[in-house]
């Protein structure tokens, strides 16, 4: 019974090598959180009402841009941008979608272009390009945060 107790003694001092396991901090915890995180990417896209009930999440992202392109260009198919530069067909919008649920759009030039007035073209686009249906933000994380895409938005349908 004596080498029983003995024994019970010794496992019972080796064993609190096992309880005394150093615990990460909580900076260390958030790092290495952190470094797991896909930055890249979204959870969610920003999507409208019409979208909503896509459940594939590259659909609903394709939904959203067919929508918000073409809503884009009825805004601006009424307007002289057509008239005042007959050779541009497309122009390129940076979309920013804030976690607030507001838009920002502004025009995409090449490094090299002068032929356009970019002050007027931009000024036109901010004139016109209002009124949007609600537009829920991309989510990361359960998040609303920032996005940034650009559309390339076609002024002439022959």
Do not use: H
């Not at 107790?5 to 959180?33: A, M, T």
């Not at 067909?89 to 007035?117: C, G, H, M, R, W």
């Not at 249906?133 to 945060?145: L, T």
């Amino acid at each position: 019974m004596k080498q029983y107790y003995l024994f019970l003694v010794f496992i019972f001092f080796n064993s609190c090598q096992y309880f005394d396991k150093q615990i990460p901090s909580e900076k260390e915890l958030l790092q290495k959180e952190l470094k797991s995180i896909n930055w890249k990417e979204v959870d969610e896209y920003p999507s409208v009402v019409d979208c909503e009930k896509i459940e594939d999440k590259k659909q609903r992202q394709q939904c959203f841009f067919e929508v918000l392109t073409q809503l884009i260009q009825q805004k601006l198919s009424v307007d002289t941008l057509s008239i005042l530069y007959p050779e541009l067909d497309t122009i390129e919008v940076k979309v920013t979608v804030f976690p607030n649920a507001t838009l920002q759009f502004e025009p995409q030039f090449p490094k090299d272009s002068v032929a356009y007035d970019t002050i007027k073209i931009d000024s036109i686009l901010k004139a016109r390009l209002v009124d949007f249906p609600k537009i829920n933000p991309a989510i990361k994380r359960g998040i609303p945060v920032k996005t940034q895409f650009i559309l390339p938005v076609i002024l002439k349908v022959e």
